[in-house]
């Protein structure tokens, strides 16, 4: 297991020094650290404003006594 891992890890390094290199691995921490948790985030902000609208939603259609 620690023998893939420092292959990988050698691959990241010989990437990180060259230009082309550089430019994939900084795409690829933006995607990793900013787009994919605003998903997650996203998902759960929508899944709580469709709560907010039923919740509303019954509120409105509830009989006065």
Do not use: D
């Amino acid at each position: 297991m620690s023998g893939t891992w420092m292959a990988i890890r050698r691959h990241l390094r010989r990437l990180g020094r060259q230009e082309a290199g550089q430019l994939t691995l900084e795409w690829a921490m933006v995607l990793a650290f900013i787009a994919l948790p605003m998903y997650f985030v996203m998902k759960i902000c929508m899944y709580l404003l469709a709560a907010h609208y039923r919740m509303v939603s019954f509120m409105e259609t509830v009989p006065f006594p």
